[in-house]
């Protein structure tokens, strides 16, 4: 149940919605795991990693640093990261409709350090947490 919210349908404000079709994303309203598999593929094809610690972002000079209002983020911090992705996110309901606005209240929910490394191994494609 946990992973449920990964197949809600989100319609990306402008802007990340830019971002996400730069990076591959194909239709205007997405799954969550769809967001974060584009999120990931921008990151990679900017290079917008570290070279040396690659679970951080730096992000300042760019696109994503404007969307997040972050120059660099972590993927360790989950919480941190399902905020900046949900502030530029409207959830839908299949007909369509308005369901929420804001972060929902499981947005913060991922404690277990498996599933962390799950989630995050997968948000940055390759990269490989350590």
């Known amino acids: 149940m946990l992973f449920a919210f990964f197949f809600f349908q989100f319609k990306p404000k402008p802007l990340f919605l830019k971002l996400l079709k730069f990076a591959g994303a194909p239709k ?54 399902y905020s900046m992705i949900f502030r530029n996110l409207i959830a839908v309901s299949q007909q369509g409709k308005l369901v929420l606005k804001d972060p929902p209240f499981w947005a913060g929910v991922f404690t277990n350090a498996k599933v962390l490394k799950a989630v995050f191994t997968y948000f940055v494609g390759v990269i490989q947490l350590t």
């Open 28 to 81: 205007y309203t997405l799954t969550m795991k769809e967001v974060i598999f584009y999120l990931g593929q921008y990151i990679m094809s900017k290079q917008l990693y570290d070279e040396k610690q690659q679970y951080i972002v730096h992000c300042a000079d760019d696109l994503l640093g404007d969307l997040f209002g972050e120059p660099s983020f972590s993927v360790k911090e989950p919480r941190k990261i």
